[in-house]
């Protein structure tokens, strides 16, 4: 069965800290896909990024960067200088090779204060 | 940038009635999801569509929820009888799945729906 666990429920920073929202997954499949999205206060979900299976480069966007891990199933996300525009609630996700359902994890709840 | 529109965002509606969400995918993607998101479930995968084709509608109760795509425009779900533990949002996504292409989904900004 696929999962994704999200162990961190709450993470509270002071703006400019560095954080780390830990993601880990479960799957049989070889080739999958792993997914990071955004939820603002506002609601929506926001698409940050996409990883396959077969690529493991870590990957940086700015202030993001992503830590995929194949032998511990991980995809940690990380935001450096946090700044109070980055609170939300965050989750990984995972999807298997035929473009099919998102299994989401928990969600980690990031509070940045000023 | 193109959207994943949902209507309406917001509906109030007397446990009993039958309450109708609408999505309308980004065009031309050909996979639709419909979530929904509670504080006690998270987000949960209700049914998705293939080229409109039901795929999988395995988390949703049958016996009250049906979800449909009329075309490829329109993607719907229905509520009949709804109740009070129906109360979440909704959300509609949409991409490309398949061995064609692999990106990440659009997700509407759901619809929150109050069951009273």
């Known amino acids: 069965a696929q999962k994704v666990t999200q162990a961190q429920t709450e993470i509270s920073v002071v703006e400019k800290e560095d954080v780390t929202l830990d993601c880990v997954y479960e799957?049989?499949?070889?080739?999958?896909?792993l997914f990071w999205y955004k939820q603002p206060p506002s609601g929506e979900l926001v698409f940050l990024i996409r990883?396959?299976?077969?690529?493991?480069q870590n990957e940086i966007s700015g202030r993001y960067s992503w830590n995929f891990q194949k032998s511990t199933s991980s995809f940690n996300f990380t935001i450096t200088a946090s700044q109070v525009v980055d609170s939300a609630v965050y989750f990984c996700?995972?999807?298997?090779?035929?473009?099919?359902?998102?299994?989401f994890g928990q969600g980690t709840e990031l509070s940045v204060k000023p | 940038d193109a959207r994943v529109t949902q209507t309406p965002r917001h509906k109030v509606t007397e446990m009993g009635q039958e309450v109708t969400m609408r999505c309308q995918p980004i065009?031309?993607?050909?996979?639709v999801f419909w979530y929904r998101q509670t504080m006690m479930q998270g987000l949960e995968l209700l049914a998705y569509?293939?080229?409109?084709?039901?795929?999988?509608d395995s988390g949703m109760p049958k016996d009250r929820f049906s979800a449909e795509m009329p075309d490829a425009t329109l993607a719907t779900l229905k509520i009949q009888p709804s109740e009070p533990r129906d109360s979440a949002v909704y959300f509609c996504?949409?991409?490309?799945?398949?061995?064609?292409?692999?990106?990440?989904?659009?997700f509407g900004s759901g619809t929150r729906l109050t069951v009273v």
């Open positions: 996700a995972l999807r298997d090779a035929q473009g099919g359902k998102l299994i």
């Open positions: 990883r396959n299976s077969f690529d493991e």
């Open positions: 065009l031309g993607h050909n996979t």
């Open positions: 996504a949409s991409g490309l799945g398949g061995q064609v292409q692999n990106y990440g989904y659009t």
């Open positions: 799957t049989r499949d070889t080739t999958y896909y």
């Open positions: 569509f293939r080229n409109r084709a039901p795929l999988d």
